[in-house]
């Protein structure tokens, strides 16, 4: 590591330093998750951080579910929060753990505290706790209860412990400071009294504690070094190392904080994520629209793509959003030499080529990637009728249209230079039928170089094709009114989020196919088959990302 002349981000440098300094010598981090929701896109942004960290510095990485809560958390959340986890490539090996483990420590821990009279139980009401809080500007005032005896508050807790209260009749609080501009300092809640049971420990324990104080307890019991999370926990670290110094832990985790992830007209909050789950407006957590983990793997992003663009964003103090045509930039980059091109008609015409053989199939070579070679070849069948796309097509062409019109030749991608010739029209007015004739001297790869062409267009042989459902997305949020609605706080919602093409072609080589595979459809984007929707039989795609973005690489 010594020689590495990359630049470091602030979190490293820290972390260079403070062995340097002997502060550690190694490094340890974690990942801690409330287990009460799926995890998105700005937990990718965490997991990749720790789990990079303790790569990075030959160190050790914990997954630990932060599951001190017993009223909102489920065990549903912990089997897809693992999931998704180890499809992010984060291994913690053996280092697996539950806060939830740590109950008896932690109470220890309070016992030891009152002990050193460090630690009170206190019978404020949780409205009367708020008003002896005081506010930025105004000192906290003490409570009553604050100078009980050692005795008489190992006692009470004791009673706490044994169900003799009800939920909110007592608290146990840190004793620190009441008068300290950092109102996290003043006499914080450490424990609560919560007749409730719990996914783990069952009817165990009746007194529940608190995030602030059993976080720096789970770390240091784990022996976490850096304690890396986000901002919004700044102003309680002068807590979380007053917790771990009296408390006594010989390992003392250092908390070091960074800017959320958010990224621009998309919804990350849980809240209003459950909130679309059950209003029925999206097809569960993982609907393709979201940002959740999941259901950026089930729109077809690769865990690669994700770390590109994790890395792309960096890590800093400052608040900011990313745009989200940088996620979409990463996924192209990654697919792009990867995926073969393959060709499928989302808005299918027929075109029949009149000079053609009837019954006559071909089966035409087609590199699979033009900008990467060893992705080989295949065999597309080529025939008479053929579906192209219905914008191929125009009767009557504006000015620098190169595709199909009246008396114009285009090439057929990989096969024919093919001229119309006539068309026919349904009641409707719409077209229904394109007439060609093809040149046989044209074939693609012969070295043809008589005359040129300017428009090239895809095609499927009708007869193999496979009808197939396409899913195009737009965002989930209306772009121009902004994600929440000024007035209400609800979701300005996209009514155009998601486009469901039923009758689409695609070529007959999709046949091994699997949930999860990606290709690129030429022309069209980047696609990947819908790991709950589609069969073999029936194939459903949905449309990662189209081809190209006005989106500029950040200098
Ligand atoms: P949310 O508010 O979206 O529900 P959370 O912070 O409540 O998220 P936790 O399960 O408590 O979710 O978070 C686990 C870890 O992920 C924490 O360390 C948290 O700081 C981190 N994290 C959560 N959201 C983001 C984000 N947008 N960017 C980076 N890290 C995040
Ligand atoms: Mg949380």
Partial sequence: MENEVVSRNFIEQEIDKDLAEGVYDHVCTRFPPEPNGYLHIGHAKSILLNYGLSQKYHGTFHMRFDDTNPTKEKMEFVDSIKEDILWLGADWKEHLYFASDYFDTMYECALKLIRKGKAYVCDLSAEQIREYRGTLTEPGKESPYRDRTVEENLELFQAMRDGKYQDGEKVLRAKIDMASPNINMRDPVIYRVARMTHHNTGDKWCIYPMYDFAHPIEDAVEG??????????????????????????????RQIEFAKLYLTNVVTGKRYIKKLVEDGIVDGWDDPRLVSIAALRRRGFTPESIKMFVEMCGVSKAQSSV?????????????????PRMMAILDP???????YPEGQVEYLDVPNNLENEELGTRKVPF?????IEREDFMEVPPKK???????????????????????EKDGAGNVTTIHCTYDPETKSGSGFTGRKVKGTIHWVYAPTAQKAEVRLYENLVDEEKGVYNKEDGSLNL????????????VEPGFGGAKAYDSFQFVRNGYFCIDAKDSRPEALVFNRIVSLKSSFKLPK
């Fill in 224 to 253: 976490i070094t850096h304690s890396i999370c986000t901002l919004e926990f700044e102003d309680h670290r002068p807590l979380y190392d007053w917790v771990v110094r009296e408390c006594e832990f010989e390992n003392r985790p």
């Fill in 323 to 339: 745009d989200y045509a940088m996620l979409e930039y990463c996924i192209r980059e990654d697919l792009k030499l990867k995926k």
């Fill in 349 to 355: 015409v027929k075109l029949v080529i009149d000079n």
């Fill in 383 to 387: 025939g008479r009728e053929l579906y």
């Fill in 401 to 423: 249209y190169f595709r199909l019109f009246p008396d114009n030749e285009v090439r057929l991608m990989s096969a024919y230079f093919v001229k119309c010739v006539s068309f």
């Fill in 494 to 505: 996209n009514p155009n989020s998601l486009t469901v093409l039923k009758d689409c072609y």
